[in-house]
């Protein structure tokens, strides 16, 4: 009797850049579960090993500290290659504007390269900062933007601009296969508490009685994503034949005043608000229109604020 012959499929590798940080790491954790082999570059400048240090017992999981900005060599097949290497925070990218613009540029450069060799599947982590303060509202991916070229949030915004534009230059000319995330804002556990988004300052203000710091009158808007739902349109746009920018965020809508007392009811808090100078360039209205997303990738956010606020404030609450 002659024996069947079995077939072992070969795991198909994902290379993450900037693994180490609050979506790439979740974005570790989603790939993992969904049996890809996963190799981690981060070179820990607002990455932190404690997001990742779980999956080092994984066979399937190989972590590499390594900064994107200098060539990017690794070893055998590549299926996709996800960038989301950048310094994210207003933060972050004041105090390091070079490192933005360089992670944004040679960054996207050299791993856009990586991926021509594997002939694998790129996808850019852009961001609804290329809107800029926004003239249209809500926000569809065929509006141009408005943004300030050299004020100081130009590092991040042009960055990421220039990005999206040797991805889709590399996508013409070369003919590869690609993806771009415009990512909203997205909120959860593994931000940290020093970030400088509003989300980590509130609930850090918040938990330990501190007052609470919005810019100027609070009335701007922003819509906030948990990271869940965010990670569930990534790994759906990677597994999409969509090439082009597709915005992934929550639509609903709320003022950063509103956020500040929804925080403020939910921990219970003690704090006062306190109204600062708006910083130089900040968006007055952030909203996506996931018109697309729905459509293309069947996708929308299940997770309502205040349920995400609340796993994000518990998590918050064991850091502090």
């Not at 933005?100 to 850019?124: D, I, P, Q, R, W």
Request: one cysteine or more; charged letters at 25%; proline letters at 5%.
């Amino acid at each position: 009797m002659q024996k069947k012959r079995i077939i072992k499929m070969r795991k198909k590798t994902v290379v993450i850049t900037g693994g180490a940080g609050f979506i790439g790491s979740h974005l570790c954790d989603k790939l993992i579960q969904k049996d890809y082999k996963v190799i981690c570059l981060d070179n820990l400048i607002t990455g932190r090993m404690e997001n990742i240090k779980h999956l080092f017992k994984d066979n399937n999981f190989r972590f590499k500290k390594f900064n994107v900005t200098k060539y990017i060599a690794i070893k055998g097949k590549v299926d996709y290659v996800l960038h989301f290497a950048s310094l994210a925070s207003p933060e972050d990218y004041l105090k390091f504007p070079i490192q933005t613009l360089k992670v944004g540029s040679l960054g996207t450069h050299n791993a856009l390269g990586l991926t021509k060799e594997k002939k694998a599947v790129f996808m850019l982590a852009s961001t609804s900062e290329v809107y800029g303060d926004p003239l249209v509202h809500p926000q569809p991916e065929g509006y141009w933007g408005n943004v300030n070229p050299i004020g100081v949030r130009g590092c991040y915004d042009e960055g990421k601009r220039f990005a999206e534009a040797i991805t889709m230059a590399y996508h013409r000319v070369h003919h590869l296969d690609t993806r771009i995330a415009r990512i909203f804002n997205t909120y959860g556990p593994r931000m940290r508490i020093n970030d400088g988004r509003a989300v980590p300052n509130f609930i850090y203000q918040a938990i330990t009685h501190k007052p609470i710091t919005a810019y100027g009158k609070g009335k701007q808007t922003r819509s906030f994503c948990y990271i869940s739902d965010l990670t569930d349109g990534i790994y759906k746009l990677m597994l999409s034949s969509f090439n082009e920018p597709l915005n992934l965020g929550n639509p609903q809508e709320f003022t950063i005043l509103e956020l500040a007392k929804q925080i403020l009811a939910l921990t219970a808090s003690k704090s006062k608000i306190i109204f600062k100078a708006l910083p130089q360039d900040d968006p007055r209205q952030r909203q996506p229109d996931i018109s697309k997303a729905k459509k293309i990738l069947n996708w929308r956010p299940k997770i309502e604020l205040e349920e995400g606020l609340k796993i994000t404030i518990d998590w918050f609450k064991l850091r502090r």
